[in-house]
Antibody, heavy 127, light 108 residues
Framework: EVQLVESGGGLVQPGGSLRLSCAAS????????INWVRQAPGEGLEWVSY????????YYADSVKGRFTISRDNAKNSLYLQMNSLRVEDTAVYYC????????????????????WGKGTTVTVSS | SSELTQDPAVSVALGQTVRITCQGD??????ASWYQQKAGQAPVLVIY???NRPSGIPDRFSGSSSGNTASLTITGAQAEDEGDYSC???????????FGGGTKLTVL
């Protein structure tokens, strides 16, 4: 079964740090880019970061740039998110999601979608 | 602009057809993908690409696009289709990922 399982969430004080993990199974992890997406209570989905399949390129949302670091270990089929200088507004459920991007050879368009999601891990930043 | 815009809420009578839209400049380059999310659950991909459904998604779900607007249509909405629907694409630079704010669908 194709699966992503997040772990590492919890309660942390403002200014603190937390490291999230995402364990992949059922597919060739090293072939896919992987995203972190979060959802604050009562809010919509917010993209946080993604890392390319090789792990050589990473991008971040402006809201977390300079504070969060995404990484992966393809030998361990695992993705990580190191979160530093946490703020109250970082409180959310954090999901890892497999991404696919490719061009449509029949049209000028590109495909992009996240087809596999974990169940999420909850991060609460509060004093 | 680097954002996707959705109506906050839409309602549909049971068995009728509903269209949920998503607008953004990136949709002139990327097909939108659509996710259904029910309370307390992870998002589920329902439509991607020009009009593709992952395995297990009913054929009452379909997608289309024109210019900077993408649409998700549910033909013959069922009670179990209630939930939040979000659109998604990369931005034009391909360095960032965009989500719409989500549309809450109520089936009456």
């Amino acid at each position: 079964e194709v699966q992503l399982v997040e772990s590492g969430g919890g309660l942390v004080q403002p200014g603190g740090s937390l490291r999230l993990s995402c364990a992949a199974s059922g597919f060739t992890f090293s072939n896919y880019e992987i995203n972190w997406v979060r959802q604050a209570p009562g809010e919509g989905l917010e993209w946080v970061s993604y890392i390319t399949s090789s792990g050589t390129t990473m991008y971040y949302a402006d809201s977390v740039k300079g504070r969060f670091t995404i990484s992966r270990d393809n030998a361990k089929n695992s993705l990580y998110l190191q979160m530093n200088s946490l703020r109250v507004e970082d409180t959310a459920v954090y999901y890892c999601a497999r991404g696919e991007r490719y061009s449509d050879w029949l049209t000028p368009y590109y495909y992009y979608y996240m087809d596999v999601w974990g169940k999420g891990t909850t991060v609460t930043v509060s004093s | 602009s680097s954002e996707l815009t959705q109506d906050p809420a839409v309602s549909v009578a049971l068995g009728q057809t509903v269209r949920i839209t998503c607008q953004g400049d990136s949709l002139r380059t990327y097909y939108a993908s659509w996710y259904q999310q029910k309370a307390g659950q992870a998002p589920v991909l329902v439509i991607y690409g020009k009009n593709n459904r992952p395995s297990g998604i009913p054929d009452r779900f379909s997608g289309s696009s024109s210019g900077n607007t993408a649409s998700l249509t549910i033909t013959g909405a069922q009670a179990e289709d209630e939930g939040d629907y979000s659109c998604n694409s990369r931005d034009i630079s391909a360095k960032n990922v965009l989500f719409g704010g989500g549309t809450k669908l109520t089936v009456l």
